[in-house]
């Protein structure tokens, strides 16, 4: 969206796509719910989460803690590293937001 960032509607459109037949993904679902997120990633899927102004991966889930790859690190959201294993509060205080969009293979 011009001047305002990524549509999330982006996500289903490009996996729904020939691209995303290219790539072998399918988008599963979007969810607001941490233990899904959990279960998902568990079950070798990733999420796109966001922070506001930017969004990540989300990777991994393992001994309490979500595995973040981030493309613009930050000491702010403590990536500097371009990767963090954060526990929920750590992600919640980093100001992820609840709407997570799980992405699996085909």
Not at 13 to 41: E, V
Not at 75 to 96: C, D, F, H, L, P
Request: proline share 1%.
């Amino acid at each position: 969206i011009n001047n305002k960032g990524t549509a999330y509607g982006l996500y289903k459109s490009f996996c729904d796509s020939s691209k995303g037949k290219d790539y072998g993904i399918k988008f599963i679902t979007n969810t607001s719910n941490y233990s899904t997120l959990r279960n998902n990633l568990s079950n070798g899927k990733v999420a796109i989460i966001h922070v506001p102004d930017h969004i990540m991966a989300c990777v991994a889930y393992k001994d309490g803690k979500y595995l973040i790859l981030d493309s613009s690190a930050s000491k702010s959201r403590g990536t500097s590293s371009g990767y963090a294993w954060k526990t929920e509060q750590e992600m919640k205080n980093i100001g992820v937001k609840s709407d997570f969009y799980i992405i699996g293979k085909r």
